[in-house]
């Protein structure tokens, strides 16, 4: 039984560029959280979606950032325009649901690096 | 949305026990309390998950006061490789603060 799978591991994008992160819960999760994390600082809360919905973006810059997760394929992450303060480690997590002893299951991230 | 606080960071020796305390005043009646850990580089993975009294599993104890406005992570006997930033969730809130950083020293 596959983890949660994130690609990919290591990312490059020149100032401008647009950057794709994807991330494939665990089988049978339906609910996918997004992360943000800069050297020694704690995780920062994105965005939170269930299949074809957005359930919470307020922690995602309303510019240049916007996330999915289909019916069918992976969630994405999009960041248009990127620039050098994008760089960071995005952290992916699904759980199978939204009970109150829910248990998050983190893919290993995806480190974005803007020259 | 409950929030937590805990100590920014704390050093250890091999072979100690470690307890870190996690405040969360606000907690709802429903809410339960989840410990993560993360190495670097990597994603955080889950350690232990309580609602009330005291939680034991094959990593560590969790320990919740009648109160239950604070919970104490007990890692007994740590090592080098439990080096690793510690984190409590009060959920449904999965907003991570900024954890404590445990530093093992031989």
């Known amino acids: 039984n596959a983890g949660v799978m994130q690609n990919p591991r290591h990312l490059v994008r020149r100032r401008g560029q647009e950057a794709r992160l994807r991330c494939s819960p665990m089988k049978g999760h339906s609910h996918v959280y997004w992360y943000r994390q800069l050297p020694e600082e704690g995780l920062k809360f994105m965005v939170y979606l269930q299949k074809e919905n957005i359930i919470d973006e307020s922690g995602m810059p309303k510019e240049r950032f916007s996330a999915e997760f289909p019916k069918e394929g992976p969630s994405i992450l999009r960041i248009q325009q990127v620039v050098r303060g994008d760089s960071a480690a995005y952290f992916c997590?699904?759980?199978?649901?939204?009970?109150?002893?829910?248990?998050?299951?983190f893919g290993s991230g995806t480190q974005l690096s803007v020259l | 949305l409950a929030k937590t606080t805990q100590p920014i960071s704390m050093d250890s020796y091999e072979g100690q026990e470690v307890n870190i305390t996690c405040s969360h005043n606000n907690i709802a009646t429903n809410d339960y309390i989840t410990w993560y850990q993360q190495f670097p580089s990597q994603g955080p993975r889950f350690i232990i998950q309580?609602?009330?009294t005291k939680v034991t599993n094959e990593v560590a104890s969790l320990f919740i006061p009648a109160d239950r406005k604070s919970s104490t992570l007990s890692l007994p006997r740590v090592s080098l490789s439990d080096t690793a930033v510690y984190y409590c969730l009060v959920s449904k809130n999965m907003r991570f603060g900024a954890g404590t950083r445990l530093t093992v020293k031989p």
């Open positions: 309580g609602y009330k």
């Open positions: 997590a699904s759980s199978p649901g939204y009970a109150t002893n829910e248990k998050l299951f």
